[in-house]
């Protein structure tokens, strides 16, 4: 079973957190933070874990990726599911 996850990462995020939670509605996704803000990552990633799911789709946020050249398309995996970089 898939489970999404939108991840706010920084203040930015919890400061819109509306949004973010609208986002992650109609994405069929939950929410969850890094940093700052509830309901952390770990703690969303237990909750789905406990519920049988075995594989993670991270879901693109609000705003686009903080670095030039970041892939922001949905990403799918465990926790090895890091941004990937084109080199330029």
Do not use: K, Y
């Not at 509306?18 to 990633?45: C, H, K, M, N, Y």
């Not at 789709?57 to 949905?74: N, Q, T």
Request: aromatic share 2%.
């Amino acid at each position: 079973m898939t489970g999404r996850v939108l991840v706010g990462m920084s203040i930015r995020e919890v400061n819109a957190i509306r949004e973010l939670e609208a986002a992650a509605t109609g994405a069929d996704a939950r929410l969850a933070f890094l940093q700052i803000a509830e309901p952390t990552l770990s703690t969303v990633l237990t909750e789905l874990a406990d519920r049988g799911v075995t594989r993670i789709e991270c879901v693109s946020g609000l705003w686009p990726p903080a670095c030039r050249g970041c892939d922001a398309s949905p990403r799918t995996g465990g926790a090895s599911a890091a941004p990937r970089h084109r080199m330029s």
